[in-house]
């Protein structure tokens, strides 16, 4: 019989920690004895699991030497006030806070850098990086071989849940409010996200950059080996619940070969492209499946070393719980 | 005393139509007879301008011969039918539905190339762009001056109200099914606009372009008296009433001046730049107003020659009727 193993989930009563509970089980994930655990806000609840209730637990009372590998489904803080305790303790961590240095825990995408993992020391840390650097790895490593991009400029238009579960329940109201002529009160967002569109996620520096779309251009270069890779980049929020959109357009050292580029897609891993003149959308296509969608291929306008994409991701599953899953299952092929 | 005019305006019970007819109000135009005209629909509907009524009449049976200037506002098919029938009538046209090309009838942005208006013949013709070119080049036109700017890219996100009354109704009517669990119907939009993001405009030609693309960049480069501009663009409809986005991302052959950009920006006609940190929304800043609304302006994560800006603006004032109707203003001045 195959080998089970212990597993921990901090944060498993969130956004992307119940997805990943769902993952685990969807995937038929080699768990033995599964530990939920939270904050003592939602100690005491449950989660089901493969038929069962799972109860889940406080963080703080936790002993990480009873499991093999802890996934960090909670805010950056959570995983760095455990993560050397759960290291220390000789536990696997697979981190998707974003809070660990890359050379502590290097991003990693299965369909961008795989290879990195091979190179990893035990005990084991590694983080899933954003959703959008996620996504968009996926979308340009197999153009890796048949382009030579020279920058990638992108407009991220990030759903909601991105945020957690506060930010989905404050534009259903917003929507529920504005429909019904009820004044509109805004207690997450800064300002009315219903019906609108937010042009920065996160509070920006003195430079105007926020946090969100450095770290993007840092995990993009990391992910796809390219350190000299120039990225632009605007993360927007959209009044989108799940699913986040993304504009690209690719700038090219020489002119596109439509038929090189559609081909590598189609050939790619976890890439879904869509019919040539169709497009997929967020809330159509992408949500609930494990592919990032990739439509609307085309030249520049006028200019035939300008490639143009659209895409579309699940931000909680690939581009977060489902990609940490697929690391775990490369990580007890040979290194727990 | 100064003189005044006749006018008519063609469409005038539809989303532009009607704000036109408010702006000629609130700017005091120097109106006698307004002649008010549509489709047999809502011929006999009447719309408020200076206390009175007016009514609505159908455009077949108009005699254009009664005034000096008309307004096309409807679609470009309705400009197609009776452009030069009231051009042969003696009167100027400002269209607002781009059909007109632009050889016969040039577009004009009057902050960006008012001078263009000084050598038209008469009969006047002249075209008031696309809502996207018009914010675009009403930023970029004093940034001219301060920038080489090399390229251009733009993801634009634009108001469903940008498609005429149809849309907003469906986009309201989508929301209110989906909040109370009811079955989504779309009629307008080919699939779910609400809390989504659809990545076309229009229909895309084989090449994968939609026309709204390829005519923002013509327009932005006659506008701009750039004919080797390079614009790199994706419009994409987003699940807003009104008021339009923009995330623009400018190349320069040199670092930015982020001082003289914005000095210049501050200066610019009919610009607003928020205070740095903060960002306008399309539905808290822009709507009603009739300037653009600059924020994020910023360089690239590292790259200094690489300058973000995000823009709002109203798609229906500055967007068309009141460019429209500024338009009218120089005319008028020695030109009708
Ligand atoms: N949402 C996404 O699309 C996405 C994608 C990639 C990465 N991420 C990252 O994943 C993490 C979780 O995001 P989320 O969207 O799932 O957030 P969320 O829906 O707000 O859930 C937060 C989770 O963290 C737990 N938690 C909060 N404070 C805690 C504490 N002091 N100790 C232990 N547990 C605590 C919460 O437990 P209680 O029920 O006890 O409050 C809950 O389980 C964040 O770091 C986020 O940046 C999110
Ligand atoms: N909405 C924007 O943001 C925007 C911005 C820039 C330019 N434009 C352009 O402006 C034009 C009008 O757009 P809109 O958004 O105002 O559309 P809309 O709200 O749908 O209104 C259409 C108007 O055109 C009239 N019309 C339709 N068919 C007609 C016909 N056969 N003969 C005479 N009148 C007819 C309608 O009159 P009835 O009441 O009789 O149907 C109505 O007054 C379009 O060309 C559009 O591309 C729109």
Redesign the pocket.
């Known amino acids: 019989m195959s080998q089970s193993f212990d597993i921990a989930v ?8 119940e997805t990943l509970v769902q993952i685990l089980e969807e995937r038929s994930f080699p768990v033995a004895d599964l530990h939920l ?3 003592s ?2 100690a005491g609840h449950s989660v089901p699991f493969r038929g069962k209730n799972v109860r889940v637990r406080e ?1 703080d009372e936790f002993d990480f030497s009873k499991v093999k590998l802890v996934f960090f ?4 803080a ?1 995983t760095l006030s455990f993560a050397s305790k759960a290291s220390s303790a000789g536990c696997a961590i697979i981190d ?3 809070a660990l240095p890359a050379g502590q825990a290097p991003q990693i995408v299965p369909e961008a850098n795989a290879q990195v993992l091979a190179g990893l020391e035990k005990p084991i840390q590694v983080s899933s990086p ?2 959008s650097a996620t996504a968009l790895a996926v979308v340009l490593a197999p153009l890796r071989g048949v382009l030579d991009i020279q920058r990638v400029n992108v407009t991220a238009c990030l759903a909601v ?2 945020q ?3 930010a989905v329940s404050e534009l259903a109201r917003q929507t529920a409010e504005l429909l019904n002529l009820r004044p509109l009160e805004s207690t997450f967002f800064d300002r009315q996200m219903a019906f609108n569109l937010l042009a920065q996620v996160g509070k920006p520096d003195a430079q105007g950059h926020v946090p969100l779309e450095k770290r993007l251009v840092t995990e993009l270069r990391q992910l796809l080996g390219m350190p000299a890779l120039k990225v632009s980049v605007t993360c927007i929020q959209a009044p989108v619940f799940f699913g986040d959109s993304f504009s690209v357009s690719l700038q090219l050292a020489a002119p596109v070969d439509l038929a090189a580029v559609n081909a590598a897609l189609e050939a790619g891993d976890s890439i879904e492209l869509v019919e040539a003149g169709d497009y997929p959308t967020a809330v159509g296509d992408a949500v609930g499946q494990d592919v990032v969608y990739v439509g609307r291929v085309r030249q520049g306008v006028d200019d035939a070393s300008e490639l143009n994409l659209w895409l579309a991701s699940d ?2 599953r690939k ?2 719980a489902l990609n940490a899953v697929q690391l775990a299952e490369l990580l007890i092929k040979d290194q727990l």
Do not use: D, I
């Open positions: 901090v944060g498993a009563t969130g956004t992307v920690g655990l939270a904050s806000e939602s963080v489904a909670a805010g950056p959570v998707l806070s974003g954003s959703p849940s991105a957690g579960r506060e931000n909680v581009g977060a």
